[in-house]
Every structure is written in C-alpha cells, then in structure tokens.
C-alpha cells in the first residue's frame, strides 16, 4: 500500500500539473497555497554536477542519495500524469466553457493570495509593501504582454524553454503563457502531440534541455532569496500573484486576433464587466467561491505531515 503523505504528495502536484495546463495560472501558487513552495525550490536546487556525474556512473544510488528524492518521485508523477490525463479535458472547458473555467481560478488565485499574503511577517512594513507593488506591476506587465512570431531555430527553442520553466515556478506566473507571448506554444505543443516524429523528438530534446538547464539555475537563485530574504521573496511572489489577476478575469472582449497554424490566437484583449446579472454571471460567481473552496482544502493537506 502506497503510504498516506506519498499520496498527498501525489495530490498536490496533480493541483500544479492542472495549474500549468492553463495559460495564465501557475503550479508555482498550487506549491504556495499547499506549504511545499519553500521545499519544492530547496529540492530542485540540490540538483548539481555530482548528481549528473553519479548519473553517468550509474551510480543511481547515490545519486538519488544526494537529493529529496521521497519528496520529488510522488510529486513529479502527480505532476506528469495531470498534464497527460487532462490536458484535453481542460482545454475543452476552456475552449466550450471558458467564463466558468476563468471565475474557478479566479477564486483559487484570489484566495491564495489572501492565504499566502497571512505568512508574510511584517507585510506592512514600507520594504515588504515596496516588494509587493513591484511584484504586481511586473506581474501585470507580463501578462499584458502581446504574443509575437519568433525564429524556430534551436537557440530559441533551447530558450524558450528556459524561461518558460522559470516561470512555471513563479506563483502568479504561467509556464505556458509565456510560450504563448514567445511564439512557441503551438510548436511545441505539436511536437509533444507527434512525439515519434524525428522532427518532434529534435524539439522535445531541445526544449526539455532548456528546461533542465533554466529550472536548475533559476531553482538555485530562488532558493538563496528565500533562504536569506525570505520576507520580502515572498512579498514580491505575492505580487505576481496580484499582477496576474488581470489575465484571469472571467470576462474578456477580443479586440485582435491572429491565426497560427490554422488556429486562431488571441493577440488583444480587454477586461469587461457584465451588464446585468444573469444565470452565466450567478455561476460564474458560484464557481469562484468553490475555486475559494479548494484553496481551502489544499491549505488543510498542507498541514499534513509529508
């Protein structure tokens, strides 16, 4: 029998896997909000040139020695098998049912950013404010962002993956919206959907190598912040949070459209309030309070031991 706290673990990153399939919500909150933010970074950043030359000795057991292994194996395969088992899932609902989809993250983010805003000691104090205004207004800037066409060549693959995994641990901050501002969402998408294509497999490799390479030495930069200013880190994380609420509102008018790979991309949009109350705005409202809800029942498995 798997035991009880590998299943959490499970659990908690099958949240970050969902999280990561939308463009504009992070798995990077999910592991804010479930209290394994700090060891999730911690975890990451043991990974170093030790563990990759016992790798190619085959030395795999000490290798797995060196790291948080216990807490890695449960969630990565939670993580793994979300964006497998519901990435079609969750695009259907955000294709057929995309007001109800945005209001449940807009409640999640929402209330994560109450919940996450309560650990910070001294929040009003003029620095941990600072931190946070600067936070949003990047957070904010990100996601207004307008997506563009960039070069398919193997250094923007190799980058793009890079600074969409940094982002994919950024609470506020989506991994795949910033393909999507980068050109790349669609390319690599594709090449996942046809992995034994050679083609596909080039990319993939690529990619995946800019991910490990990115997720390595932002991990390690993250971790020195947060070892050594962790007060103010996590102000600024929860102004990314704050910062990307603008991209999760539920209502939105399509001002400029693009079409890519025989698709259409939204390149401009604006925020809107409904004009009167409706059925569609009392559900929304509804699953704004149930996307409050989760965040409560994930801040209750936090407080399980691990």
Aim: with cysteine.
């Amino acid at each position: 029998m798997i035991p009880k706290n590998k299943l959490i673990l499970f659990a908690k990153g099958f949240s970050m896997g969902v999280a990561d399939i939308v463009p504009g919500v992070s798995g990077g909150t999910i592991a804010l909000v479930t209290g394994i933010y700090d060891e999730l970074i911690k975890s990451i950043s043991s990974i170093n040139k030790s563990f990759f030359q016992n790798i190619l000795k085959l030395n795999i057991k000490e290798a797995l020695n060196q790291i948080n292994i216990a807490f890695l194996l449960p969630l990565i395969c939670g993580i793994g098998f979300a964006i497998i088992s519901m990435s079609r899932i969750m695009h259907f609902f955000m294709s057929e049912y995309s007001v109800y989809t945005w209001s449940l993250f807009f409640g999640l983010i929402l209330s994560s950013i109450i919940y996450v805003s309560k650990t910070i000691e001294n929040i009003f104090s003029p620095k941990k404010m600072i931190g946070i205004i600067l936070g949003t207004i990047i957070g904010y800037a990100v996601v207004s962002l307008i997506p563009v066409q960039t070069s398919e060549a193997s250094w923007m693959i190799f980058l793009s993956g890079s600074i969409a995994i940094c982002a994919m641990i950024l609470p506020g901050i989506s991994g795949s919206f910033i393909l999507l501002i980068l050109g790349k969402y669609l390319f690599v998408t594709s090449a996942i959907k046809n992995p034994f294509l050679m083609e596909s497999l080039s990319i993939i490799a690529i990619f995946g190598g800019g991910c490990i390479v990115g997720l390595l030495l932002f991990s390690k930069l993250l971790n020195y912040l947060l070892n050594n200013f962790h007060g103010m880190t996590m102000a600024v994380l929860t102004g990314f949070m704050i910062g990307s609420m603008k991209k999760i509102w539920p209502w939105k008018e399509v001002l400029e459209t693009t079409m890519i790979r025989g698709k259409v991309h939204v390149l401009k949009e604006m925020n809107t309030v409904p004009n009167e109350i409706n059925t569609e705005v009392i559900l929304a409202v509804f699953f704004m309070i149930l996307g409050v809800s989760l965040v409560l029942i994930l801040e209750k498995m936090s407080k399980k031991s691990i």
